[in-house]
């Protein structure tokens, strides 16, 4: 698609985009190690072995196209978030 390719080309700034991703997946990780730590390792962290541009998405995608993003595995129901913030 030619519109796809203009915007990409002139309206996003992809150094900036991907930056952010990475932002947000180092954000993840914390998240998901201090969930581990806080359930005494009941809460495992997601897989992180996914090779798709790995230093943007930290092992946390397999491929571009659906069904490859690795999804936050979540905690059981009776555990408290706070936990993690130590509240």
């Known amino acids: 698609d030619q519109r796809q ?3 990409l080309a002139n309206l996003v700034n992809t150094d900036t ?7 947000w997946f180092k954000l993840r990780q914390e998240f998901e190690d201090a969930l581990e730590t806080a359930s ?3 809460v495992k962290p997601s897989p992180r072995n996914g090779a798709y541009y790995k ?16 999804a936050i595995e979540p905690p059981p129901d009776d555990f408290d978030i706070k936990k993690i913030y130590g509240v």
């Open 40 to 42: 005494n390792g009941q």
């Open 5 to 7: 390719a203009y915007r």
């Open 17 to 23: 985009c991907s930056m952010l991703v990475k932002e």
């Open 55 to 70: 230093d943007y998405f930290l092992g946390y995608c397999r491929g571009e196209r659906g069904g490859n993003y690795v």
